[in-house]
């Protein structure tokens, strides 16, 4: 793979101050002064002050890129501080942009931060992303990704992305653009989203805490080496890290003929799907809110409560009453033993995605009553049972 041009050109000067913070690049020689000052002149784009988003945007102010812009809509909760180390204990509850931008602030003040507090949407990222050289999407589902993508496309950017779930991480460099016939965009490595409720996301299936630093330290990496022109970057190679086993895989990715040209932005909550079409029809009117359960069992009526989650998720806190039949043993029909003949199911996950998928299965061996808990064991911990551990 072919070096790529520095994207970003150099800015006039670099301070007395400067020189003496990043002398240990200075006298890198690939990176050197000249390096140094297209940094200074970069405005990067990072969506999500999360798992990913936390060490790069750390690392790119250290770095000394100059603008550091950070879209972001979220509040700090305390189930993020087992990986996002951008925020700490006295942010909880804080705006995540803002505790962001504070921890940027502290690493580096030479740096200038712009805070998009929103949701990325069709309506506003391409003229967001034309605001900058380079994005960097460490987004946690697809449909965002997928709008990721497309817009910077149309906004002709370069954007570095990364994944991670359990002790699994992807990196990559998108570029549709790129000089030399080497563009190629995500569609071309993933043409369409996995089935609706096929991948959990980290908050479903868990991530590693520490891998969230070693997928976001070469995401930070392609960045620099974009901007300054230096290394073989990623772009038409997808690397994968299995954290267990202490791999590293490349693999190379070539532009599909078959990938449609991107002339417009689309519904990526439609594109994706959040349930299947079958899980939609199956809880039309097979759902119960946490209140409605509440009612039915103050009044002693014969239910069977049934916790579709993994016995890991168990351990952390159940309805009392309830049984652990996983959904997995429920689609393959050796769970379907389990459920009572003789009382309404009622089925449970986290938040209502997996109990949904795993209705279908109940409805289709003849529980034609089965119900399944609007927003899982969450909502029944904010609404019913706020004193509930909640993971």
Not at 119 to 144: C, H, K, M
Not at 301 to 318: C, F, G, M, N, S
């Amino acid at each position: 793979m072919p070096t790529l041009p520095p994207l970003v050109s150099p800015a006039a000067e670099l301070t007395r101050e400067e020189v003496a913070r990043y002398s240990r690049h200075l006298i890198i020689p690939d990176l050197g002064v000249d390096g140094q000052k297209r940094l200074k002149n970069a405005k990067v784009l990072v969506i999500g002050a999360g798992g990913l988003g936390s060490p790069t945007l750390l690392y790119l102010a250290a770095a000394g890129v100059g603008t550091i812009g950070i879209v972001e809509f979220d509040v700090v909760d305390e189930s993020n501080l087992q990986r996002q180390i951008i925020h700490g204990q006295s942010d909880i509850g804080r705006s995540k942009a803002q505790s962001a931008r504070d921890s940027v602030l502290e690493i580096n003040p030479l740096v200038e931060v712009r805070l998009h507090e929103l949701r990325l949407e069709p309506d506003n990222a391409v003229n967001l992303f034309q605001q900058y050289d380079l994005i960097l999407d460490g987004t946690d589902n697809f449909a965002t990704r997928y709008l990721v993508n497309d817009a910077a496309v149309l906004a002709h950017k370069p954007y570095v992305w990364g994944s991670i779930y359990r002790f699994e991480g992807q990196v990559s460099v998108f570029w549709e653009d790129a000089p030399d016939g080497l563009g190629l965009n995500y569609r071309d490595l993933y043409p369409e989203p996995p089935p609706p409720g096929m991948v959990p996301s980290c908050a479903e299936g868990g991530v590693l805490g520490i891998l969230c630093a070693s997928i976001a330290s070469v995401m930070g990496t392609e960045a620099i080496k974009l901007i300054t022109g230096i290394g073989d970057s990623l772009l038409g190679r997808l690397t994968v890290y299995d954290a267990l086993d202490m791999t590293y895989r490349t693999i190379k990715i070539r532009k599909d003929p078959a990938t449609p040209e991107i002339t417009e932005l689309i519904d990526y909550d439609a594109f994706c799907g959040v349930i299947s079409d079958e899980a939609s029809a199956a809880v039309a009117d097979s759902t119960i809110t946490p209140r409605e359960l509440r009612e039915l069992l103050d009044a002693d009526k014969k239910v069977a409560l049934i916790d579709v989650r993994e016995p890991v998720e168990w351990d952390i806190v159940h309805i009392d009453g309830a049984e652990l039949v996983p959904k997995s043993t429920l689609e393959s029909g050796d769970g379907l033993a389990k459920l009572p003949q003789d009382r309404q199911a009622v089925l449970y996950c986290k938040t209502g995605i997996r109990s949904a998928e795993a209705l279908v299965a109940v409805k289709k061996a003849g529980f034609a009553d089965a119900v399944h808990l609007q927003g899982g064991i969450a909502a029944w911990a904010k609404q019913v049972d706020p004193d509930m551990v909640m993971y």
